[in-house]
Every structure is written in structure tokens, then in C-alpha cells.
């Protein structure tokens, strides 16, 4: 089954603890995302990748980092969380940017305390 | 910097009734989605708009593009109470930084 796989889904952590939401996706799409969803803000997005090994920010990258070692994975990482960074995670793939519909994955609800 | 705004934010129809939800934004894109959301769920693609004039239906659901009044819209038809979910668009940001621009979304509800 195609699919987006995000783990955890949910997470409670402490100010300042690393930590890594992953991301997989077994489509072989080349496009990946990450985005936050607050409410009255809708979904933004944190960074994306094009491809292996290419990655750029997008509106709100700012505490999060992010890699592309592997066509399928890409994970997340905060390497501080702050009380601000508590939101709801998603990521998403698309065959190629732009052209296609992104698929999602179910989503990581982040408590940062 | 592109900026997506949909109307309403907040939708309460009865069944049975028409309703269309709007898209506005701010620079120029070929590339519209519509995504529906149910609460506690993920984001489910509705439709793919990539042209000036394309129009797509699904059931009860007709989208479409005008990418010359940068206006997208979704219609409903004859709502029922499965419509109810939250609906946002995304722009796609062409040129040198390729971001998904999302709307804040509209909730709908349709009561019987």
C-alpha cells in the first residue's frame, strides 16, 4: 500500500531534549515536506527536499533541521524544542514538485513542556 | 511573498443546499490544490488544478481555476453531512523557491 509513515504520532517531550520525528515514504517520490499546523494558521511549511541530498527552507524553518540521505526517508529533528514548537507535524511526498498531488502522512502531535 | 486566502473560514449550511468556497492569492501560479481534512485526521487530496480554466468534479464537489484573477473556487452541490471537514487550498510557488503555500482552510459543517 502506497503510503507516508510518520512515527512518533504522538510525542511529549521536555524544553531542550532532542529529538527526531521520522518520516518515510515507500512511493518513490522525489518531493518531500514537512509542515506545522496551528490553529488559525493553518498548515505551514517548515523545509522540503527535492531530491537526495537536496534541501531548502521554507516559511518557518527556524529550530528545526532536517536530512535526505535516502530517497524515502527524511526526518525532522529538533535539536532544542521550545513550548512554541508544540503543533501538530505532517509530512508529505509528491512524485515531482509541483505537478502532482502531495500525499500525507497521519501526523505527529509534539507537546514540548 | 505569496500570500493564500480562502472565504469563509467557518461554513454552516444545511443539507441540501449550494455553497461555493473561495481562493484568492497573491502572485502568479498555475499550480492549485484542494485538500479536505477531517478532525483528528491527515489531509486528503481532492483535486489538482495545473492550468488557466481547468475545471474538475468529484461527487458533489466541482473546483476550478482562474489563474488570470488568481481565484480558485470550490462548489458544493446539494450538500450532505459526510461534506463536513475542513477544506483548504495550496498554491504552488514557482521560480527558484518551489513552496507549498497553504489557506487557513474553511471548516464546514452541514446540518440536516
Given amino acids: 500500500e502506497a503510503q507516508v509513515t510518520q512515527n512518533p504520532r504522538y510525542l511529549i517531550t521536555v524544553t531542550g531534549k532532542k529529538l527526531t520525528v521520522t518520516c518515510s515514504q515507500n512511493m518513490n517520490h522525489e518531493y518531500m515536506s514537512w509542515y506545522r499546523q496551528d490553529p488559525g494558521l493553518g498548515l505551514r511549511q517548515i523545509y522540503y527536499s527535492m531530491n537526495v541530498e537536496v534541501t531548502d527552507k521554507g516559511d518557518v524553518p527556524e529550530g528545526y533541521k532536517v536530512s535526505r540521505k535516502e530517497k524515502r526517508n527524511f526526518p525532522l529533528i529538533l535539536e532544542s524544542p521550545s513550548p512554541n514548537q508544540t503543533s501538530l507535524y505532517f509530512c508529505a511526498s509528491s512524485k515531482s514538485y509541483g505537478n502532482t498531488e502531495a500525499f500525507f502522512g497521519q501526523g505527529t502531535r509534539l507537546t514540548v513542556v | 511573498e505569496l500570500k493564500v486566502e480562502q472565504n469563509p473560514l467557518f461554513l454552516s449550511m444545511q443539507e441540501g443546499k449550494n455553497y461555493t468556497i473561495y481562493c484568492n492569492y497573491s502572485t502568479t501560479s498555475d499550480r492549485l490544490y484542494w485538500y479536505r481534512q477531517d478532525p483528528g485526521k491527515s489531509l486528503e487530496s481532492l483535486f489538482v488544478l495545473l492550468s488557466n480554466g481547468a475545471v474538475k468534479q468529484e461527487g458533489r464537489l466541482m473546483a476550478s ?48
Fill in chain 2, 65 to 112: 481555476l482562474d489563474t488570470k484573477a488568481r481565484l480558485s473556487t470550490l462548489h458544493i452541490t446539494a450538500a450532505v453531512h459526510d461534506l463536513s471537514a475542513t477544506y483548504f487550498c495550496a498554491v504552488f510557488l514557482q521560480g527558484g523557491s518551489e513552496k507549498l503555500v497553504f489557506g487557513k482552510g474553511t471548516k464546514l459543517t452541514v446540518n440536516p
